[in-house]
């Protein structure tokens, strides 16, 4: 009785160019995840803060995340009530806690902020938790 072999985990190319809405409230262009290569343990994406543009106030739900910024200047406003802030500028990165409430903005009204983000969840959008009670504690 002859067996279908088991495919083997092999090394993919993702070209930049397809994009998917975010619940966070931004739009990515698809990179590593379970849904384009079938990773298993992280995802990674480029997105594009366009000039005073911002996400929605989330957290990942048991998930990390890291930040680096490309090009431009990124400020998450972060912690309980979003009281807390970090600006990242280019060259620079930012973690983001496991269960951290968050909200990154773009506070040029010229530049856009354009980064490379990373998070230990390999289906990207699963983990996000709006927390819309959030939104309105930081403004722009």
Same mark, same amino acid.
């Given at each position: ?45 480029? %997105?594009?803060? $366009?000039? *005073? ?8 739900? !048991?998930? #990390?995340?890291?930040?680096? @910024? =490309? ?22 990165? %930012?973690?983001? $806690?496991? *269960? ?8 040029? !009204?010229? #530049?856009?902020?354009?980064? @490379? =983000? ?23």
């Amino acid at each position: 009785m002859a067996t279908t072999p088991t495919p083997q985990p092999t090394c993919v190319v993702v070209r930049a160019g397809e994009t998917f809405a975010g619940k966070q409230g931004l739009s990515y262009f698809a990179g590593v995840s379970a849904e384009t290569v079938g990773a298993t343990g992280i995802c990674m994406h480029l %997105v594009t803060l $366009p000039p *005073g543009g911002r996400a929605k106030a989330h957290l990942h739900a !048991a998930h #990390e995340t890291a930040l680096y @910024v =490309l090009s431009g200047e990124s400020e998450t406003w972060f912690g309980e009530g979003l009281r807390q802030r970090v600006t990242a500028r280019a060259g620079e990165f %930012v973690y983001i $806690p496991a *269960g951290m409430p968050h909200l990154p903005a773009n506070a040029s !009204a010229t #530049e856009p902020c354009v980064a @490379v =983000l990373a998070r230990t969840d390999p289906n990207e959008q699963e983990s996000v938790v709006p927390l819309p009670e959030l939104d309105g504690m930081v403004g722009g």
